[in-house]
């Protein structure tokens, strides 16, 4: 699903003809609306997954640093959800007229946000593989069928 939402995002950033033919700025209110996802409700996809870094730290135990990579991930979701918080006030700005913010027709200002939001969908992509090279595969290794009931069962109460 988050793949999708910042495929979706990577869709509306793109370049939009007007009736001329001229490219027109992405859609703020779509951006907004897709980002918010990110904002909201991906954390109950962080809380979830702190459920399975928990019990993995119980089963594996194991040296501070690797307690630490565990950590890493969590410090991430706060990071990654921060992140999305600031751009999302960017696009929310208006001007005194009630009109969107500077970033309307500052091509400078377009450029920051589009960069903010690729580093944003950069970095999200990045931590989702991660977890899959690494959590998820942890996972699947060393709990055993009773484990992984016991976290499923947890995981969906969130």
Do not use: W
Not at 12 to 20: D, E, I, L, V
Not at 48 to 70: D, H, N, S, Y
Not at 83 to 109: I, P
């Amino acid at each position: 699903m988050i793949l999708d939402q910042l495929a979706m995002i990577e869709t509306a950033m793109g370049p939009r003809s007007a009736g001329s033919g001229a490219s027109k700025e992405p859609d703020r209110s779509t951006l907004r609306e897709l980002l918010q996802f990110f904002t909201s409700r991906v954390g109950v996809h962080f809380k979830r997954e702190e459920v399975l870094i928990a019990a993995l730290g119980r089963v594996l135990g194991g040296t501070p640093e690797e307690r630490e990579q565990f950590q890493g991930f969590l410090d991430e979701h706060r990071m990654l959800k921060a992140d999305a918080t600031v751009v999302m006030r960017k696009l929310g700005r208006k001007r005194a007229d009630g009109r969107e913010s500077a970033v309307e027709g500052n091509h400078a200002g377009l450029r920051t946000l589009n960069t903010e939001l690729r580093t944003l969908i950069r970095r999200y992509r990045g931590h989702i593989s991660c977890e899959e090279r690494i959590l998820f595969v942890l996972a699947e290794m060393r709990l055993n069928a009773e484990q992984k009931r016991r976290i499923s069962h947890r995981i969906l109460q969130v």
